[in-house]
């Protein structure tokens, strides 16, 4: 093998072995190791090895879309669904189920910051930002839609969407935390 | 009713076979044997070991310096997969007693 189909091959299998699916991270490991074996063949090997990384990332997208998407749905009906369901069926009167919903928010959005996080610890960030944000985002849109838009000042709206954003962040770091102890414990 | 394991694909089935009555092989020697890419051979690996009919383990380098690699070994419920898959269905039996 020429020594630029070497470094071509080291390339791609770099690329290939890079920052993998936490659930992947081993398998990730035992393709590099054979490739550090291989005499011959080791571009086609890091080629091959390129496009199972490829669908383990396509695969990790489509999961990691869907754990948002239910995360948004959690937050965002959670408290709804608690307040109605429980002034409905005549357990509490609409005060005390009103004073349940904030809490409900808070709970709703640690929880699903803490459960996304734990699978995916490196995108805390962006959980927390899309969990936060999300339920408040699709709400105003719905509201305006309907002509029943809230009249929030944009100050008031912004500590919100803070405060939001930043109780799925406590979520998401817990969440992170347990899933890289998690990870590290399995890794032994 | 227990739900009806499913059915492996050929290739799964071939790497089964390989690894069959052998202790631990690598990877690369299981690609070779089956003709499998590393593209293709991985996947099945992997599920292989998420349904419980292979395990693997990382065994030190023969060589000093070289480093671990993962090997791959048939388990029980891999052996009778196998057997199940290899073993001729009630259907083709009725059929080829007809």
Known sequence: MTGNRRDLADRIMSL????????????ADAMHAEFKALEKGRLSWSLGCLVAAARWRAAGEA???????????????????????????????????????????????????FAIALNW???????????GLGPSLIGNALLAITGAGLRVPTLQMLVIWGVMVGLGYVGALAGAALGRRRAARIAR | MP???????????????????????YGLEVAA?????????????IRLAERGLLESRWLEPERPGRPARHAYRITGAGRSALAAARRPSATSLA???A
């Open chain 2, 3 to 25: 739900a009806a394991p499913r059915k492996l694909s050929p290739q799964s089935l071939a790497v089964l076979d390989v690894l069959h009555g052998r202790e631990w092989l």
């Open chain 1, 121 to 131: 610890p490196r995108r805390r960030l962006a959980t927390a930002l899309i969990v």
């Open chain 2, 95 to 97: 059929l080829g007693g």
């Open chain 1, 63 to 113: 999961t990691y879309a869907a754990a948002l998407g239910t995360g948004v749905v959690f937050v965002g009906a959670l408290a709804p669904l608690c307040y109605f369901g429980a002034v409905l069926s005549g357990l509490l009167s609409r005060g005390e189920a009103a004073r349940m919903v904030m809490p409900l928010i808070v709970v709703a959005l640690v929880l699903a910051g």
């Open chain 1, 16 to 27: 290939a072995v890079s920052n993998p699916p936490a659930v992947r991270g081993e398998w």
């Open chain 2, 33 to 45: 044997a089956t003709g499998l890419k590393s593209g293709s051979l991985y996947p099945i690996l």
